[in-house]
């Protein structure tokens, strides 16, 4: 069994988690980390945590999770998936915040894209978009206004395989 836990201010790291899940012939639990019921994660085989990225940095609650449930995860072939916009990035945001001692347990990772949903956003975050796409652009002129994504279908289907794969192995 499989538990893919996230955390969504936005709904794009829920939105990989259910892609994940298509792509696994819905077979996982999807839970958010806001609703988080440790009997579902004691019972599952594997765990696979979605984490946004915000301002530049990992989701502070999904970090502290991280941190705080090692026993668990450990035992659970545990793999992260990062949403961001600058998804290729996705190491240094994962480097930033865990150790070497963190990180070996970590059966696989990908950055797997992200998403804007402007109608979505509160005056600042709309603020801090304006200057961070002036000073390093990552949002084509010619978007759609309203949502703005660059999710990486290829690395979401590679990574969903790769979760079969180990998931098999942690049944066996």
Same mark, same amino acid.
Do not use: W
């Given at each position: ?20 899940? =298509?792509?696994?012939?819905? =077979? ?32 502070? #609650? ?5 941190? #705080? %449930? ?62 961070? %796409? #002036? ?10 206004? %309203? ?20 998931? %098999?192995?942690?049944?066996?």
């Amino acid at each position: 069994m499989i538990t893919i836990l996230y955390t969504s201010k936005h709904g794009a790291t829920a939105k990989i988690a259910r892609v994940i899940n =298509t792509y696994l012939d819905h =077979t996982c639990t999807l839970m958010n980390l806001d609703e988080l019921d440790m009997a579902v994660l004691e019972k599952t085989d594997t765990i696979v945590l979605g984490v946004p990225v915000y301002y530049g940095a990992l989701d502070p #609650k999904m970090v502290d999770f991280i941190k #705080k %449930n090692q026993g668990l995860l450990i035992k659970k072939h545990y793999s992260i998936y990062i949403t961001a916009l600058f998804h290729t990035e996705f190491m240094s945001y994962i480097t930033k915040e865990f150790d070497y001692s963190i990180l070996k347990n970590v059966t696989t990772m990908a950055g797997l894209g992200g998403a804007i949903y402007y109608p979505d956003l509160n005056i600042q975050e709309k603020m801090v978009l304006a200057v961070m %796409n #002036k000073n390093r652009p990552v949002i084509p002129k010619e978007h759609h206004v %309203n949502i703005f994504e660059n999710f990486d279908n290829h690395e979401i289907e590679l990574f969903s395989q790769k979760i079969k794969r180990i998931d %098999n192995y942690a049944c066996k």
